[in-house]
């Protein structure tokens, strides 16, 4: 009879750190694999923790810390990671409004309604932007 035993199996790069400000994946797509088993025997689906994310172009994810701690007045030794929550910082609607705001202007795009209605971390906003900035250089303006 066979059997698996094991606590953690976890793939992930190294990560840089800019004055204490932003962490992100360096030069890859690829943030974070990590699969867990909390019993032994073979995983089933239940015991299986899986998650796989992609980071933003660096400079991008930077940037957008660099917005968020202008809109919020928040302090430089404030930790942003990109699972940061605009709301865990203080941010209202109109805090994430003008955050918003600032993104368009500091990358020339424009944000649809509905789509900055999904940015609640700083995650999502750099992948946002990478998308429309993407999007728009393929279309030539």
Known sequence: M????????????????S???????????LKLVSVSWARS????????????????????????????RKQL????ETQLTPETKFSELGADSLGTVEIVMGLEEEFDIN??????????TVKD????????VQKKAEAGT
Do not use: H
Not at 73 to 76: D, I
């Open 2 to 17: 066979a059997s698996v035993s094991t606590s953690c199996l976890r793939f992930q790069p190294l990560l840089w750190q």
């Open 19 to 29: 004055n204490n400000t932003c962490q992100a994946a360096q030069r890859t797509s």
């Open 41 to 68: 025997g073979f995983p089933s689906l239940r015991a299986t923790r899986f998650r796989v994310s992609c980071a933003a172009n660096p400079l991008t994810m930077q940037k957008v810390c660099d917005i968020v």
């Open 73 to 76: 007045v928040l302090s430089p």
């Open 111 to 120: 944000v649809e309604e509905e789509s900055s209605q999904n940015i609640t």
């Open 125 to 132: 906003a750099a992948d946002l932007i990478d998308k429309l």
